[in-house]
C-alpha cells in the first residue's frame, strides 16, 4: 500500500503546511538520531578533557614542588643519620668496646672485664642490651669516665654501679662493677644485629 498525497485543486498553502510538516519532521529525526548522540557525546569528552585538564594542573604544580620535596628529603635522610647514631639498628659490640677501652685508658683506669649481654629486654620501640663492665682506678678517674660515657653519640645508661675499695694499691683504689644499658632500634632489624 502505498501513500498517495494528491494536490491537485487545493491551495497552494496546504502544499506549503504539508512540506513544513514533513520538514520538521525531518529536522526532529535528525537531532533525536544524530544531532543529541553527538552532544551527549562532545558533553563526556569536554568532561573528560576537564578531568585530564586538572590531572595536568596537579601534575605541573607537583613537579613545580619537586625540588623543595627533595630538599625535605634530603633534610630528613642528615636527620636519619644523626638519629641512627643516638639510637643504632644494630649493636655494634666493637664500637662500644673500642668507646669504653678508649675511655678506660683515657681515665688512666684498668679495663677488666666488658661481657655483653646474650639477650634482648624487649621494649616498645627498641630493645635494651645490658653490658656489663668492671674497671679498677681511683674514685677522680671513675668521676671522669662517667662525665666523658656521657657524651657518646649513641644513648646509653649506667645502672647496677658496686664500687669497693682496693687496699695496698696507691694508685688504684676503687674497684667498680657496673652494666651499661645500650639501646637498639627494633624496628629497622628485629634481631639486633652485630
Given at each position: ?67 623543595k620535596f627533595q630538599e625535605e628529603i634530603a633534610k630528613l635522610e642528615k636527620e636519619l ?31 677488666r672485664s666488658f661481657i655483653p649481654g646474650t639477650s634482648l629486654v624487649d621494649k616498645d620501640?627498641y630493645y635494651e642490651w645490658p653490658i656489663s663492665v668492671q674497671l679498677e682506678g681511683t ?56
Amino acid at each position: 500500500m502505498a501513500l498517495t498525497l494528491d494536490l491537485k485543486g487545493k491551495p497552494w498553502w496546504v502544499g506549503a503546511i504539508i512540506g513544513a510538516l514533513l520538514g520538521a519532521a525531518a529536522v526532529a529525526a535528525c537531532v533525536y538520531l544524530f544531532i543529541n548522540p553527538m552532544k551527549e557525546e562532545i558533553a563526556g569528552l569536554e568532561r573528560n578533557l576537564q578531568d585530564l585538564q586538572a590531572k595536568v594542573a596537579e601534575g605541573q604544580s607537583a613537579a613545580a614542588q619537586l625540588p623543595k620535596f627533595q630538599e625535605e628529603i634530603a633534610k630528613l635522610e642528615k636527620e636519619l643519620q644523626k638519629l641512627v647514631q643516638v639510637l643504632p639498628s644494630k649493636r655494634e659490640t666493637y664500637v662500644i668496646i673500642k668507646k669504653i677501652k678508649s675511655l678506660a685508658d683515657a681515665g688512666d683506669f684498668a679495663f677488666r672485664s666488658f661481657i655483653p649481654g646474650t639477650s634482648l629486654v624487649d621494649k616498645d620501640f627498641y630493645y635494651e642490651w645490658p653490658i656489663s663492665v668492671q674497671l679498677e682506678g681511683t674514685y677522680h678517674n671513675l668521676a671522669i669516665f662517667f662525665d666523658r660515657l656521657r657524651n657518646f653519640p649513641r644513648i646509653i645508661n649506667v645502672g647496677d654501679l658496686e664500687m669497693s675499695a682496693i687496699q695496698g694499691h696507691p694508685s688504684t683504689t676503687l674497684a667498680t662493677r657496673f652494666t651499661i644499658l645500650a639501646y637498639v632500634y627494633k624496628e629497622a632489624s628485629e634481631g639486633g644485629g652485630q
